[in-house]
Protein backbone atom coordinates (compact mmCIF):
# COMPACT_ATOMS: atom_id res chain seq x y z
CA UNK A 1 0.00 0.00 0.00
CA UNK A 2 1.30 3.36 -1.24
CA UNK A 3 0.35 6.16 1.65
CA UNK A 4 0.96 9.76 1.48
CA UNK A 5 0.18 11.91 4.89
CA UNK A 6 -1.23 15.04 4.87
CA UNK A 7 -1.75 17.64 7.25
CA UNK A 8 -0.30 21.22 8.67
CA UNK A 9 2.95 21.28 9.85
CA UNK A 10 1.93 20.04 13.59
CA UNK A 11 -1.31 17.94 12.69
CA UNK A 12 0.86 14.45 14.01
CA UNK A 13 1.46 13.38 10.36
CA UNK A 14 5.24 12.00 11.47
CA UNK A 15 3.84 10.43 15.00
CA UNK A 16 1.07 8.59 12.99
CA UNK A 17 2.85 7.78 9.89
CA UNK A 18 5.52 5.89 12.05
CA UNK A 19 2.57 3.88 13.43
CA UNK A 20 0.72 3.03 10.74
CA UNK A 21 4.00 2.11 8.50
CA UNK A 22 4.70 -0.10 11.73
CA UNK A 23 1.52 -1.72 11.56
CA UNK A 24 1.42 -2.43 7.49
CA UNK A 25 5.40 -3.25 7.77
CA UNK A 26 6.02 -1.10 5.23
CA UNK A 27 8.81 1.97 4.93
CA UNK A 28 8.23 5.07 6.37
CA UNK A 29 9.92 8.28 4.38
CA UNK A 30 10.22 11.62 6.07
CA UNK A 31 11.75 13.86 3.78
CA UNK A 32 12.53 16.11 7.01
CA UNK A 33 14.53 13.30 9.04
CA UNK A 34 16.39 12.92 5.62
CA UNK A 35 17.53 17.00 5.44
CA UNK A 36 17.84 17.01 9.44
CA UNK A 37 20.44 14.27 8.93
CA UNK A 38 22.22 16.15 6.31
CA UNK A 39 21.73 19.11 8.46
CA UNK A 40 23.91 17.50 11.31
CA UNK A 41 26.68 16.27 8.89
CA UNK A 42 26.89 20.01 7.42
CA UNK A 43 26.03 18.57 3.73
CA UNK A 44 25.61 20.82 0.95
CA UNK A 45 22.00 19.86 0.41
CA UNK A 46 21.71 20.33 4.44
CA UNK A 47 23.08 23.86 4.31
CA UNK A 48 20.72 24.56 1.62
CA UNK A 49 17.73 23.21 3.47
CA UNK A 50 18.49 24.80 6.54
CA UNK A 51 18.61 28.12 5.45
CA UNK A 52 14.98 28.02 3.99
CA UNK A 53 13.76 25.58 7.51
CA UNK A 54 15.11 28.37 9.54
CA UNK A 55 12.87 31.15 8.05
CA UNK A 56 9.14 28.74 8.44
CA UNK A 57 9.70 27.78 4.41
CA UNK A 58 9.39 24.96 2.28
CA UNK A 59 12.59 23.62 0.56
CA UNK A 60 12.42 24.02 -2.76
CA UNK A 61 11.24 21.20 -4.92
CA UNK A 62 14.48 20.35 -6.81
CA UNK A 63 16.31 19.63 -3.60
CA UNK A 64 13.54 16.98 -2.98
CA UNK A 65 12.24 15.31 -6.11
CA UNK A 66 15.14 13.20 -6.76
CA UNK A 67 15.86 12.46 -3.56
CA UNK A 68 12.13 11.13 -2.82
CA UNK A 69 11.91 9.13 -6.38
CA UNK A 70 15.78 7.42 -5.51
CA UNK A 71 14.41 6.32 -1.92
CA UNK A 72 11.27 4.82 -3.18
CA UNK A 73 12.98 2.65 -6.22
CA UNK A 74 14.59 0.91 -3.03
CA UNK A 75 13.61 -2.92 -2.53
CA UNK A 76 12.30 -2.76 0.99
CA UNK A 77 9.43 0.02 -0.87
CA UNK A 78 8.35 -2.91 -2.95
CA UNK A 79 5.50 -3.68 -1.15
CA UNK A 80 4.55 -0.19 -0.53
CA UNK A 81 5.63 3.08 1.77
CA UNK A 82 4.26 6.18 3.11
CA UNK A 83 5.38 9.27 2.71
CA UNK A 84 5.52 11.79 5.22
CA UNK A 85 6.06 15.70 4.13
CA UNK A 86 6.30 14.63 0.57
CA UNK A 87 4.57 15.87 -1.70
CA UNK A 88 3.82 19.73 -0.36
CA UNK A 89 3.42 21.31 -3.69
CA UNK A 90 0.80 20.30 -6.68
CA UNK A 91 4.26 20.32 -9.01
CA UNK A 92 5.88 17.96 -6.59
CA UNK A 93 3.29 15.75 -6.62
CA UNK A 94 2.50 15.57 -10.54
CA UNK A 95 6.15 14.61 -10.37
CA UNK A 96 5.59 11.57 -7.93
CA UNK A 97 2.56 10.64 -10.32
CA UNK A 98 5.14 10.58 -13.26
CA UNK A 99 7.36 8.64 -11.66
CA UNK A 100 4.94 6.25 -10.15
CA UNK A 101 3.43 6.14 -13.57
CA UNK A 102 6.35 5.14 -15.35
CA UNK A 103 6.61 2.25 -12.82
CA UNK A 104 2.94 0.82 -13.12
CA UNK A 105 2.08 2.28 -9.50
CA UNK A 106 0.27 5.17 -7.60
CA UNK A 107 -0.89 6.34 -4.85
CA UNK A 108 -3.54 4.29 -2.73
CA UNK A 109 -4.79 6.56 -0.20
CA UNK A 110 -3.62 10.18 0.77
CA UNK A 111 -4.62 10.44 4.59
CA UNK A 112 -5.39 13.98 5.87
CA UNK A 113 -5.29 14.72 9.68
CA UNK A 114 -7.26 17.80 10.00
CA UNK A 115 -6.35 19.88 12.70
CA UNK A 116 -7.12 23.80 13.15
CA UNK A 117 -4.42 26.58 12.49
CA UNK A 118 -4.74 27.75 16.45
CA UNK A 119 -4.13 23.95 17.81
CA UNK A 120 -1.55 23.76 15.76
CA UNK A 121 0.26 26.85 16.94
CA UNK A 122 -0.11 25.39 20.88
CA UNK A 123 0.89 22.15 19.63
CA UNK A 124 4.16 23.15 18.22
CA UNK A 125 5.69 25.44 20.81
CA UNK A 126 5.47 22.38 22.83
CA UNK A 127 7.07 20.46 20.29
CA UNK A 128 11.04 19.46 21.24
CA UNK A 129 13.33 17.45 19.03
CA UNK A 130 17.10 15.22 19.66
CA UNK A 131 19.91 17.10 18.49
CA UNK A 132 21.11 13.06 18.58
CA UNK A 133 18.72 10.94 16.94
CA UNK A 134 16.06 13.57 15.66
CA UNK A 135 13.48 11.79 17.79
CA UNK A 136 10.68 14.21 18.48
CA UNK A 137 8.53 14.68 21.74
CA UNK A 138 6.07 16.68 23.37
CA UNK A 139 5.58 18.20 26.96
CA UNK A 140 2.10 17.57 27.15
CA UNK A 141 0.99 15.10 24.60
CA UNK A 142 4.10 13.01 24.37
CA UNK A 143 6.91 13.65 27.08
CA UNK A 144 9.93 11.85 27.67
CA UNK A 145 11.05 10.11 30.45
CA UNK A 146 13.27 12.26 31.79
CA UNK A 147 12.64 15.76 31.12
CA UNK A 148 14.77 17.59 28.41
CA UNK A 149 16.23 14.31 27.73
CA UNK A 150 16.00 11.74 24.73
CA UNK A 151 14.42 8.46 25.42
CA UNK A 152 16.59 7.13 22.84
CA UNK A 153 19.75 7.95 22.83
CA UNK A 154 20.01 10.23 26.21
CA UNK A 155 21.38 13.00 24.00
CA UNK A 156 19.38 16.73 24.73
CA UNK A 157 15.81 17.85 23.84
CA UNK A 158 15.92 21.30 21.95
CA UNK A 159 12.95 23.52 20.97
CA UNK A 160 13.72 23.69 17.27
CA UNK A 161 13.82 26.82 15.41
CA UNK A 162 10.81 26.05 12.69
CA UNK A 163 8.84 25.75 16.25
CA UNK A 164 8.67 28.76 17.85
CA UNK A 165 5.43 30.36 17.90
CA UNK A 166 6.38 33.21 15.34
CA UNK A 167 8.29 30.71 12.67
CA UNK A 168 5.19 28.53 12.85
CA UNK A 169 2.51 30.90 11.89
CA UNK A 170 5.19 31.70 8.58
CA UNK A 171 4.40 27.58 8.07
CA UNK A 172 1.18 27.73 8.22
CA UNK A 173 0.48 30.84 5.81
CA UNK A 174 2.70 29.07 3.37
CA UNK A 175 1.03 25.54 4.10
CA UNK A 176 -2.46 27.01 3.32
CA UNK A 177 -0.95 28.72 0.15
CA UNK A 178 0.81 25.81 -1.38
CA UNK A 179 0.29 22.85 0.23
CA UNK A 180 -3.88 22.51 1.26
CA UNK A 181 -4.59 22.33 -2.92
CA UNK A 182 -2.80 19.02 -2.66
CA UNK A 183 -6.30 18.05 -0.49
CA UNK A 184 -8.16 18.70 -3.78
CA UNK A 185 -5.81 17.38 -5.57
CA UNK A 186 -6.04 13.92 -4.57
CA UNK A 187 -9.92 13.99 -3.66
CA UNK A 188 -10.01 14.10 -7.27
CA UNK A 189 -8.08 11.37 -7.90
CA UNK A 190 -11.01 9.32 -4.97
CA UNK A 191 -7.25 8.98 -3.16
CA UNK A 192 -8.40 11.26 -0.31
CA UNK A 193 -9.37 10.23 3.27
CA UNK A 194 -9.56 12.60 6.19
CA UNK A 195 -9.37 11.88 9.96
CA UNK A 196 -9.80 14.15 12.68
CA UNK A 197 -6.56 15.22 14.17
CA UNK A 198 -7.86 16.72 17.57
CA UNK A 199 -9.13 13.01 18.54
CA UNK A 200 -6.15 11.54 21.04
CA UNK A 201 -3.60 10.29 19.52
CA UNK A 202 -4.77 6.37 20.26
CA UNK A 203 -8.21 7.80 18.22
CA UNK A 204 -6.57 8.95 15.17
CA UNK A 205 -4.73 6.00 14.52
CA UNK A 206 -7.13 3.55 15.03
CA UNK A 207 -9.55 6.03 12.43
CA UNK A 208 -6.30 6.06 10.02
CA UNK A 209 -6.94 2.34 10.12
CA UNK A 210 -10.48 2.06 9.76
CA UNK A 211 -10.26 4.33 6.95
CA UNK A 212 -7.40 2.17 5.11
CA UNK A 213 -10.11 -1.08 5.86
CA UNK A 214 -7.69 -2.05 7.78
Known sequence: ????????????????????????QIPHISTGDIFRANIKNGTE?????????????LVPDELTCDLVADRIAKDDC??????????????????????????????????????????????MSGRRACVGCGATYHIEFNPPKKEGICDNCGAE???????????????????H???????DFY???GALVTVDGTLPMDEVYKAILGKLGK
Open 45 to 57: LGKKAKAYMDQGK
Open 78 to 123: SGGFILDGFPRTIPQAEALDKVLTERGEKIDFAVNIDVPDEAIVSR
Open 157 to 175: LILREDDKPETVATRLKVY
Open 177 to 183: EQTQPLI
Open 1 to 24: MKLIMLGAPGAGKGTQAARVAEAL
Open 187 to 189: EKK
